[in-house]
């Protein structure tokens, strides 16, 4: 059997899903009418597992895993780093200044853009989103050092 892309992303994201199974597991699942704090993760670890099967039937059409380009890995593992280093920073320096810092470092390190431009756009789009989630659809969110 040739193993191909989706194959092995297919595979990685169930993998995934399982995860995610796995640690929700002690939260309560509830009913349809009562849903319970474990019922949104399992629903969609299942959901994403379920399409990760389909990916994986699907996947003659993907080309060969050996013949993947990974020239790209570099830009790749950028992101991953200033996303897990926004999700380190969360607590402590709190939505706002945690995602303008995230949004305004993918931009500038990232996709090499003008750092003042990048700085009124990642102000911008996290007093949006402060807005829309803070306040329209009134979501917690982590107050950290601004707000002591």
Not at 35 to 44: C, N, Q, S, T, Y
Not at 49 to 72: G, H
Not at 93 to 117: P, Q, S, T
């Amino acid at each position: 059997m040739i193993i191909r892309a989706d194959h092995v992303a297919g595979a990685a994201i169930i993998a995934l899903g399982v995860g995610v199974f796995a640690v929700s597991g002690e939260l309560p699942f509830g009913r349809l009418a009562a849903p319970g704090a474990g019922m949104m993760p399992k629903l969609l670890a299942g959901l994403m597992m379920l399409f990760a099967a389909l990916i994986i039937i699907s996947a003659a059409q993907s080309p060969e895993f050996a013949t993947i380009d990974w020239s790209d890995r570099g830009h790749a593992a950028g992101v991953a780093l200033i996303t897990a280093g926004a999700v380190a920073a969360y607590r402590p320096l709190g939505f706002l200044i945690a995602m303008a810092l995230l949004v305004f470092a993918l931009l500038v390190v990232i996709e090499r853009r003008n750092a003042l431009i990048a700085a009124g756009y990642s102000i911008g789009l996290t007093l949006f989103a402060y807005w829309l989630f803070g306040k329209a659809l009134k979501a917690p969110l982590e107050r950290g050092i601004l707000w002591f």
